[in-house]
């Protein structure tokens, strides 16, 4: 059974530049949430999608955008890139219909803005 | 606004060692708090989810308790192999996959 899988493992921007990253929720999962987690940090909450809809949004710009397919894998955009953006982007996904089900963790897209 | 705080930022024990790590959150509406561990490039891999003050998890070497201001994760004879970040959250909404409110982590090293 495969869990999250997020892709590419690594990438290198230059700042300005405009970056997607990719991920597939783990099977019979349907919500997907994104992380940003920089050095030595906790991983700080960006967006939520569910049944293909932005559903809760942390403090990030606008620059910071998003899809969900009908397939659930979800895209995460970020636009006009900055030095700060540079982090592990987390995508984290969850069981449909159930209290506070655990958030299960992709291994992460490790950014780097030059 | 909800406020995850973990201490020690970091943790050197020996091999059976036991120690415990801190989490105290102000969170409006607490609905789960819940411990992960993280290797080093990897991602974040969950360990517990504890719902209300009293409740206690255990798992090999690790317990988690949960009162109404703190977490502790009690790590008993610890290993080399339980070196890691152990991170907390908490989360008070009630659908799935809810926001989680993160601590910066407790860097364990565990040595030989």
């Known amino acids: 059974d495969a869990g999250v899988t997020q892709s590419p493992t690594h990438l290198i921007k230059t700042r300005g530049q405009q970056v997607t990253l990719r991920c597939s929720p783990k099977s019979g999962h349907d919500t997907v949430s994104w992380y940003q987690q920089a050095l030595g940090q906790g991983p700080q909450f960006i967006f939520q999608y569910y049944e293909e809809e932005e559903r809760q949004r942390g403090n990030f710009p606008d620059r910071f955008s998003g899809h969900q397919f009908p397939n659930y894998s979800s895209e995460l955009n970020v636009n006009a890139l900055l030095l700060g953006d540079s982090a592990l982007y987390l995508c984290a996904s969850s069981t449909p219909g159930r209290t506070n089900s655990p958030l299960h963790f992709g291994n992460g897209t490790r950014l780097t803005v030059t | 606004e909800d406020q995850v705080t973990q201490s020690p930022e970091a943790l050197r024990l020996q091999e059976g060692e036991s120690s415990s790590l801190n989490c105290s959150y102000t969170?409006?509406?607490?609905?789960?708090l819940f411990w992960y561990r993280q290797d080093p490039g990897k991602g974040p891999e969950f360990l517990f989810t504890?719902?209300?003050a009293g409740e206690e998890k255990e798992k090999e070497r690790l317990k988690a308790t949960l009162t109404k201001k703190e977490s502790f994760l009690h790590i008993t004879a610890p290993k080399p192999e339980d070196s890691a970040t152990y991170l907390c959250a908490a989360s008070r909404g009630e659908t799935s996959g809810s926001r989680l409110t993160f601590g910066e982590g407790t860097q364990l090293t565990v040595n030989p």
């Open positions: 504890l719902y209300s």
């Open positions: 969170v409006s509406g607490l609905r789960g």
